[in-house]
């Protein structure tokens, strides 16, 4: 399968349909964003959503790069890597996270970070072949409940 690997630039029904198959793969607890929603990530300077098509042009999986300025630097994070069950093992999220790397570069990102649960083997084997290496530290979240 040829994949290929493009930055979003508008919330099109393509692209709200392909958010509603591929979210529920993603995570059972979110719904997929809406119109609305996908236009304002596609629009943010801060986010670059990569979607990746099949040879017959179909969205087989997406990826969102995050960038944001902090004192330090320009950081880049990976978030919601998602690919279709029925594309997974094709190179897809390998496709997407190297363009991902590819555009962090050229904006001036020192290093791209991203989290995975351990439980998702076949994408940890393929971040540490990408070369992203696990890190020393605690990730903490805070959901406001108590």
Known sequence: MAITVETAHQADAELVEAFVRLTP???KSSPPPDAEQLAEMVASPCTE???ARDDTG???GSLTLV???IPTGL???IEDVVVDGDARGQGVGEALNQRAIELAAARGARS???TSRPSR???NRLYRRLGF???ETNVYRFTGGS
């Open 121 to 123: 083997e076949a994408a």
């Open 112 to 114: 791209v970070d991203l």
């Open 133 to 135: 290496e696990p890190r």
């Open 75 to 77: 950081r880049a994070w």
């Open 25 to 27: 793969q993603l995570s």
């Open 67 to 69: 960038l944001f300025r």
């Open 49 to 51: 959503l990569l979607i």
């Open 58 to 60: 179909s969205i087989v």
